[in-house]
C-alpha cells in the first residue's frame, strides 16, 4: 500500500542539530524528497536523493537512507528560528514521479 | 526565471459552483501535477498532465478534470462544490522522466461556504 509516515512534532533548541525521521512502504520508490512549508505557503523542495544511495549532503541538510529498513532522515544542522516550518518526506513512484507524501513534521525551534 | 506560478492566491465558492484554477509551469518543464491539501494533512495527488494528456489520476471523482495548453500550462477544473473540497491546492511543475525535480507553486486555497 502507500502509507508514509513520520512523527507528527519536534521542538529544539536553536543551534541544535534537527533530525526528522520518515518511514515508506514501497520498496520500488525511486527518488525520495523533503519539501519545507511555511505557514499559508506551498512547497519548497530542499533536496531528494536516489534510492541506490545511502546519504547525500548539502550545506546543512544531511539525508540518510536505510533502503533495508525503508526509513529515511533530514538533519538539519545548527537550527535556526527560520527553519520552524512544517517537514513533508515523500516518495516518488513510476517514471511518471507522483509524489506520496508524509503527513508532516512540525518543527518548532526555541530561541 | 519564473518558478511555477498559480492563480488565483484565494478564492470563495458556493458549493454547487464550478472554480477553474491556473498554472503556469517553470520554465522548461513540460509536466504538471495536482495536489490537494487539507489543513493538517499532506498533499494528495489528484493527476499528472503530459504533452496535453492526462496521464495517470489519483483516487478523486470525476468532478475534477483538467486541462493542459500547448504552452504546458495547466488548467484544473472542480465541478459542484462540496464543502469538503475547502483546500489548498498546489500544482507541481517537472520534466518528465524519473528523478527530475519537482517544484510547486504557492498554491490557491479554494473555500467553499
Known amino acids: 500500500g502507500e502509507d508514509v509516515e513520520q512523527s507528527l512534532f519536534l521542538s529544539v533548541r536553536e543551534g541544535d542539530s534537527s533530525v526528522i525521521n520518515c518511514t515508506y512502504t514501497?520498496?520500488?520508490?525511486?527518488?525520495l524528497y523533503w519539501y519545507k512549508q511555511e505557514p499559508g505557503a506551498g512547497l519548497q523542495l530542499l533536496t531528494y536523493?536516489?534510492?541506490?544511495?545511502d546519504m547525500k549532503q548539502d550545506q546543512r541538510l544531511t539525508v540518510l537512507l536505510n533502503k533495508k529498513d525503508k526509513h529515511l532522515s533530514l538533519r538539519i544542522a545548527d537550527t535556526q528560528t527560520g527553519d520552524s516550518a512544517i517537514y513533508f518526506c515523500?516518495?516518488?513512484?513510476?517514471?511518471?514521479?507522483?509524489?506520496?507524501f508524509g503527513t508532516g513534521t512540525l518543527l518548532a525551534v526555541q530561541p | 526565471d519564473a518558478g511555477v506560478t498559480q492563480s488565483p492566491t484565494h478564492l470563495i465558492k458556493t458549493r454547487g459552483q464550478q472554480v477553474t484554477l491556473r498554472c503556469s509551469p517553470k520554465?522548461?518543464?513540460?509536466?504538471v501535477s495536482w495536489y490537494q491539501q487539507a489543513l493538517g494533512q499532506g498533499p494528495q495527488f489528484i493527476f499528472q498532465?503530459?504533452?496535453?494528456?492526462?496521464?495517470q489520476r489519483g483516487n478523486f471523482p470525476d468532478r475534477f478534470s483538467g486541462h493542459q495548453f500547448p504552452n504546458y500550462s495547466s488548467e484544473l477544473n472542480v465541478n459542484a462544490l462540496l464543502l469538503g473540497d475547502s483546500a489548498l491546492y498546489l500544482c507541481?511543475?517537472?520534466?518528465?522522466?524519473?528523478?527530475?525535480?519537482?517544484?510547486f507553486g504557492e498554491g490557491s486555497w479554494l473555500t467553499v461556504v
Open positions: 514501497d520498496s520500488s520508490s525511486t527518488y
Open positions: 515523500a516518495e516518488s513512484k513510476g517514471a511518471t514521479n507522483k509524489l506520496i
Open positions: 498532465y503530459y504533452e496535453e494528456e492526462e496521464r
Open positions: 507541481a511543475s517537472s520534466l518528465t522522466g524519473a528523478g527530475n525535480t519537482i517544484y
Open positions: 520554465s522548461g518543464h513540460d509536466t
Open positions: 536523493i536516489f534510492s541506490n544511495m
